[in-house]
């Protein structure tokens, strides 16, 4: 086993200096990123006992994910991208400070707001660097190896954290008592320091600026708008996938702590099949992964909707947990790859590509959470728990035909 693992190491070793340095940074950043997805939903629906403010909250998120990454793009031609990437991790940590004492609609909007900003630095910047530090043969490595490490930290952080919440509320520290908000309160200030250890970790790179400064473009080849719309498929499932566990959880099973079990049951196991895949897989086999972890997000919602119970819940989240690594594995490369052609047959700014695809992904993520909130509003929350993540998990299907071609025409 001690062999296999320094043998690991070693080919880890023999990658681009910077892809390193972006993978340790990512690494630190997987400690945060599952208590951003899951943990601000569950403080939420906690504070207001309403699903569709978790939503709204979703909704305004992504709506900062765009504005910053126009932002983004003006600052890229003064800033280095490391220092933008930098920010953005930060302000991640910050924004769940502010969140922390606001519970009003007006109030909550903002604070989605605020993270969406953080976030939109955080993946426009993610995105560019790892163009940049990787090419086609090695990013099914790249990709697979940040899963294994978003999906190991799936397993350990909410359970870390859900048992934390659970023992921290009631303790008494200088005769003040802390209550359930105080121990989320010590969660943000944890989350903060690591999101500090990632940033150090990034300066250790030496990465570099697109040459080309415009990235304003609006007409496209047809196989990016084939991407766009393979994006907006992506973030369809997105506006659900962040929301609909800790509700679903919050409804069935009623708390924090037992979702962060049963996210924990499925995340090993995926943690290294991924890891596998995309350490052996080459590019011809991303179309197989990437519909493989499609149909296994299909069967959970179907199981989802037809139980609507604490088991049903449970298989969901298992699929949920298996189908986001896999998916991610196969697309993120596909997405690149793209991007490397279009961007040299049309000389343009790699960053105009990563920022159109922000937007793809914003239509998607709008179009799934309106869904969600107009079910919720106007026939009931339980339909919209039940059958509103069928009828996404049906439309992503689309996305296998659609990469498919994509995958053809790009290669």
Not at 202 to 226: A, C, D, I, R, T
Not at 370 to 393: H, N, P, R, T
Request: net charge positive; aromatic share 14%; proline share 3%.
């Amino acid at each position: 086993m001690l062999s296999k693992i320094t043998k690991e190491f070693t080919f880890f070793k023999q990658q681009p200096h910077n892809m390193q340095i972006l993978l340790l940074t990512n690494m630190f950043y997987a400690f945060v990123l599952p208590v951003v997805e899951i943990f601000v939903g569950a403080y939420i629906m906690r504070n207001t006992n309403n699903p569709s403010y978790v939503a709204l909250y979703q909704l305004a998120m992504y709506v900062g994910i765009v504005v910053a990454s126009v932002i983004n793009g003006e600052l890229l031609k003064r800033f280095q991208v490391k220092h933008l990437y930098a920010f953005g991790i930060l302000v991640s940590g910050l924004s769940m400070v502010v969140m922390m004492g606001l519970k009003g609609f007006g109030e909550l909007f903002v604070a989605g707001l605020f993270m969406g900003i953080a976030s939109g630095f955080f993946w426009a910047n993610r995105y560019l660097l790892a163009l940049n530090s990787t090419n086609d043969a090695n990013r099914n490595y790249f990709f697979g190896l940040e899963s294994f490490f978003f999906s190991v930290c799936s397993i350990i952080v909410p359970i870390g954290v859900g048992g934390f919440l659970v023992w921290a509320a009631g303790l008494h520290w200088n005769d003040i008592e802390i209550d359930m908000n105080g121990a989320y309160r010590i969660v943000t200030l944890f989350v903060f320091v690591i999101t500090v250890i990632a940033c150090i970790t990034l300066f250790h790179g030496s990465f570099h600026n697109p040459e080309q400064k415009k990235y304003l473009y609006v007409k496209f080849e047809p196989v990016w708008n084939k991407m766009l719309l393979l994006a907006s498929l992506k973030g369809l499932v997105q506006g659900f996938l962040v929301t609909a566990p800790a509700i679903l959880v919050m409804y069935l099973l009623g708390a924090e702590g037992e979702l962060g079990v049963i996210q924990g049951l499925g995340g090993l196991l995926t943690a290294i099949i991924v890891y596998v895949l995309g350490r052996v897989s080459r590019p011809q086999h991303r179309i197989i992964i990437f519909s493989i972890g499609i149909i296994i997000f299909f069967i959970g919602t179907l199981v989802n909707g037809i139980l609507f119970s604490a088991v049903g819940v449970i298989v969901f989240i298992l699929c949920k947990v298996f189908f986001q690594p896999l998916h991610d594995l196969a697309y993120y490369p596909i997405m690149m790859h793209c991007i490397d052609i279009v961007s040299q047959k049309e000389k343009r700014n790699e960053y105009t590509y990563i920022m159109s695809h922000e937007i793809g992904l914003f239509f998607g993520r709008a179009t799934g959470l309106g869904l969600f909130i107009v079910l919720a509003w106007f026939v009931s929350e339980i339909f919209a728990l039940k059958y509103a993540l069928i009828i996404v998990a049906l439309l992503q299907m689309l996305s296998i035909p659609l990469a498919k071609y994509i995958i053809k025409v790009t290669r």
